[in-house]
């Protein structure tokens, strides 16, 4: 039984060899082949083809690369612009409802209220800025509109009326629902 074994590792490595023997013949006739019927100059001219084919795939990629990249950082500035006036609206909507929290105050003075003047130029700004970028102007418009009803009613008599702060709190609910459905 040990003669069986030792002889089948022994064809196998004859079978291995004829393999490889055969390949190396397959492989000098295909050569021989290629050097009969081929010039050097033709062989080149086949090198100089592929070379031309992978220079101008190259080109082809560089391009596409370069456009792939303008859409890429076209779509970025577009994102940074978004949330830059997603942060400026948010911080819109919170300087509204600072103003309502101190319209809501009946027992403090309005006039000489540093807090309430500084929300006030706040929120001026943030309109003014959000206007330049074209985020929803007509509630920009109302919110100036009521800036006025605020100004008029603390210059009148140092509190703002109930009909301003039931506008304030319209408008303030509006930019609250622009903001969320322009920025779902």
Same mark, same amino acid.
């Given at each position: @039984? ?5 002889? $089948?590792?022994?064809?196998? @490595?004859?079978?291995?060899? @004829? #393999?490889?023997?055969? #390949? %190396? ?12 019927? &081929? ?7 086949? #090198? ?5 084919? +992978? $220079?101008?795939?190259? =080109? ?9 990249? &303008?859409?890429?950082? !076209? ?7 978004? =949330? *830059?006036? &997603?942060?400026?609206?948010?911080? /819109? /909507? ?7 929290? %101190? ?20 929120? +001026?700004?943030? $309109? ?6 074209? #985020? ?12 006025? @009803? ?5 210059? !009148?008599?140092?509190?703002? $009326?109930?009909?301003?702060? =039931? +506008? ?13 459905? *322009?920025?779902?």
């Amino acid at each position: @039984m040990p003669n069986i074994v030792i002889e $089948s590792e022994q064809i196998h @490595m004859f079978l291995k060899k @004829m #393999f490889l023997a055969a #390949f %190396i013949f397959v492989s000098g006739f295909v050569g021989l082949l290629i050097g009969l019927f &081929y010039s050097s100059s033709t062989i080149d001219i086949w #090198f100089n083809r592929a070379q031309v084919i +992978t $220079s101008v795939l190259a =080109s082809i990629a560089t391009i596409l690369g370069v456009a792939l990249a &303008y859409f890429a950082l !076209d779509a970025w500035k577009s994102q940074l612009r978004g =949330s *830059h006036i &997603y942060n400026q609206s948010s911080e /819109l /909507l919170d300087a509204l409802l600072t103003t309502l929290t %101190i319209a809501f105050d009946k027992d403090s003075s309005i006039i000489g209220n540093q807090n309430f003047g500084e929300i006030g130029l706040r929120i +001026t700004r943030l $309109s003014l800025e959000l206007r330049l970028k074209q #985020f929803e102007p007509e509630i920009l418009t109302k919110i100036s509109d009521v800036q006025s @009803m605020i100004r008029e009613d603390v210059k !009148d008599c140092d509190f703002i $009326s109930d009909k301003t702060i =039931s +506008t304030l709190l319209t408008i303030t609910n509006e930019l609250a629902r622009n903001i969320n459905n *322009h920025f779902k």
